[in-house]
């Protein structure tokens, strides 16, 4: 499973505060894709995670009083993740599967 935490930006205040949590992050050596614009921001962790798991994460931001929502979502063999509305991958037109696992 990949995961991705959205931050919802209401304010500056926000902003500032999931700035600094990112530079915490990567303080600790922890590095993946980010984007998003002025009112929501995503933290993908996915292939792109690096340095430290989902976990340790979700560690360094338990307290944040920026909003922020948690999401998990399959991924597939082909390092895109899977579409959940739809009955195979967009990429790769598997079935749902996740990362590693090989249709015989």
Same mark, same amino acid.
């Given at each position: 499973?990949?995961?991705?935490?959205?931050?919802?930006?209401?304010?500056?205040?926000?902003?500032?505060?999931?700035?600094?949590? /990112?530079?915490?992050?990567? &303080? %600790?050596?922890?590095?993946? !894709?980010?984007?998003?614009?002025?009112? *929501?921001?995503?933290? #993908?962790?996915?292939?792109?995670?690096?340095?430290?798991?989902?976990?340790?994460? /979700?560690?360094?931001?338990? &307290? %944040?009083?920026?909003?922020? !929502?948690?999401?998990?979502?399959?991924? *597939?063999?082909?390092? #895109?993740?899977?579409?959940?509305?739809?009955?195979?991958?967009?990429?790769?037109?598997?079935?749902?599967?996740?990362?590693?696992?090989?249709?015989?």
């Amino acid at each position: 499973m990949w995961h991705k935490i959205t931050w919802i930006l209401k304010n500056d205040e926000d902003l500032w505060e999931m700035r600094e949590l /990112l530079q915490k992050c990567r &303080d %600790a050596g922890i590095y993946f !894709d980010t984007g998003g614009h002025k009112t *929501c921001y995503d933290w #993908e962790l996915d292939w792109s995670l690096e340095g430290g798991t989902k976990d340790d994460v /979700l560690a360094i931001i338990k &307290d %944040a009083k920026a909003e922020w !929502d948690f999401h998990e979502f399959r991924a *597939c063999i082909c390092s #895109e993740p899977f579409e959940q509305d739809n009955e195979l991958c967009l990429v790769c037109f598997q079935q749902p599967h996740e990362i590693g696992e090989q249709d015989e």
